[in-house]
């Protein structure tokens, strides 16, 4: 057999699986979002950004987004800076820091809702130590703040393990040699992940914030779990055009708006993060 | 003046010891080479010194100073890496740059001292290249750069030649001893190489196991090792070594020969002496010829004295053959003694 087309005989079967269970949907979806009744319209995306819950939506997700994400990177740096120190018992500290990763979403909102909730750990808590008297209402449909809080919490004791494994995987790939350069040559702990650490980690880092910037704007058990319809977002209200409403093709551009939002954010910090050939390790 | 004391240094790897006990004491400005075989603990030593590794025991004294509590930028230190440790994202400028930012000079001597040491080690031209973009040679001459723009006491050497082919590594041998020479720093350098070693060194620190076993100029090191490692480690072929057993006399009866050699209660020593130092004659040890290599400006002549392996480097003049019997007398003022048991010199 040829030897050059073996590789692309191999990749074959699970090109062809992208086909027909990825871009023949996605087509399907896109044709939707672009059509009503068999006719090629923009209606569909101008009565979803019509909608007088689209301007909420997508500044809750977007908002959402810019606080969860930062936080979590820095998290996750820390985290990934204390692992990678780790002299024995490394794996155990990053099998413990994944656990989270194992636990669904929606579950991961139950939990929260669980501590929250009105008779949840939180309120037992505070009223056996006697610091209030009546259980409170954290997630009351006018407590939008507490909700907001409380979906950051909860998407960020999920969601951090995932970054924190990339860049542990990433440290790991920069020699020990470069830190101690940097030490030998004056540079204090700080100055060495500065100046060091950081600029190496770019391509790590690049792949764990595109990731979970992608994932923060699909955000949408742990919303649904904590705040039900009070904390409106993106993919809730792509749910509620395909399911409440039935409207295929509305639900089908709000899709596409989510996928555009995606792309433009990979695109700009692929970019952003970009390393020059010439200074690749 | 920064002078480096090393003060019975030990270091433990769990179970395994890689330094015992080691003290060296190194003066100001002085050119020490440590040489020893892979394995021997150098890197180990430099690495403590350097503050990268703490000792399990033991001080470091830099300028009169101990140390060995500091981190490594608070001993005035600077360090070429074997790899070099060229940090990629930076321009060479950048790397060359990168101990003097971090001392926070200003731009304008930062600019001045680049310049200076990147012309002193003739890379001017690469300044605005990055790690990526240079030949193996150009990236060493980047990180002695690095290391000298910092102006530092002491200059820590791990291998830095190693990787380079045979061409350039003599190249750069010279050079770097003409540019630490006029630095006025204190060197340790590390290395494998031997003729690196003799060719640099103001002193020779020669490691075995863990230990240094000794710690003299290369001349010294050479024609008077202190112990039966240093001579069949050092000279390229080794020293020859053969039993002696006391003789009636008070001499040492070597291959048929009865020579004058030290007082020792042993009924056995042995009897040591480098391959240039016999000449062929009528008389003197017994040889056979084994192999002839002729390389020049003398011939390798590979013999059998009794039963053992014997090197001789004769004039290339000489007619031998191989199953000629040789009769090699050894220069009486180079002949080396050692104990056996203590392997040490007597
Ligand atoms: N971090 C370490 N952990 C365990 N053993 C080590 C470590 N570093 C060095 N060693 C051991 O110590 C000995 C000396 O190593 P090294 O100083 O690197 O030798 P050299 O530089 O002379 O080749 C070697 O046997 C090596 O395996
Ligand atoms: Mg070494």
Known sequence: MNGKALPYLLLMPATLFLCVFFLYPFALVAFEAVTRDGAFTLDNFRTMAGSWKFPVTVSNTLLLAAIVVPIQLAMALLMASVVSRLETGRSVALYIFAIPLGISDLAAGLIWLAIFDQSGFLNTLLSTLGIVDRPIMFLGYQDKLTIFVAVALAEIWRATAIMMVILVAGMGLIPKEYCEAAEVFGAGPWKRFIRITLPLLRPSLQTAIILRVILAFEVFAVVAALGGTNLPVLMGETYNWQFTLQDRNVAAASALLILAISIGFTLFFLRVLRVPKEARI | ?346
């Open chain 2, 1 to 346: 003046m920064a002078e480096i004391a090393i003060k019975g240094v030990a270091k433990r790897f769990g179970g395994f010891t890689a330094l015992h006990q080691v003290d060296l004491a190194i003066a100001d400005q002085e050119f020490m080479v440590l040489l020893g075989a892979s394995g021997c603990g150098k890197t180990t030593l430099l690495r403590i010194v350097a503050g990268l590794e703490t000792p399990s025991q033991g001080e470091v004294w830099i300028g009169g100073r101990r140390v060995d509590h500091l981190p490594p930028r608070e001993r005035g230190i600077a360090m070429v890496f074997q790899n070099y440790a060229v940090f990629p994202h930076l321009t060479v400028f950048e790397n060359i740059a990168f101990g003097l930012r971090m001392k926070k000079l200003p731009q304008q001597e930062v600019e001045r001292r680049v310049n200076r040491t990147a012309e002193l080690m003739h890379i001017e031209q690469l300044l605005k290249r990055y790690s990526g973009q240079l030949s193996g040679g150009q990236r060493q001459r980047v990180a002695v750069a690095r290391a000298l723009a910092v102006e530092p006491d002491v200059i820590l050497m791990d291998e830095p030649l190693s990787n380079l082919d045979a061409l350039l590594r003599l190249e750069m041998r010279a050079e770097l001893k003409g540019v630490l020479a006029a630095s006025k720093t204190t060197t340790i350098y590390v290395t494998h190489d031997q003729v690196e070693a003799m060719s640099l060194a103001d002193r020779i620190a020669v490691m075995h196991q863990g230990r240094i076993v000794q710690a003299a100029s290369p001349v010294e090191v050479y024609r008077d090792p202190a112990a039966r490692f240093v001579g069949s480690f050092i000279g390229n072929p080794p020293m020859n070594f053969l039993p002696a057993s006391k003789a009636a006399n008070g001499g040492w009866s070597v291959a048929g020969l009865t020579l004058p050699g030290p007082r020792s209660e042993r009924q056995n020593i042995e009897f040591a002496i480098r391959p240039e130092d016999v000449d062929a004659g009528d008389d003197g040890l017994q040889a056979t010829v084994r192999v002839i290599e002729p390389l020049g400006p003398h011939t390798l002549v590979t013999c059998d004295v009794e039963g053992g392996l014997f090197r001789a480097v004769l004039d290339s003049g000489a007619t031998v053959a191989v199953g000629d019997r040789l009769r090699l007398a050894p220069k009486p003022d180079r002949i080396r003694w050692f104990d056996p048991e203590t392997t040490n010199a007597l």
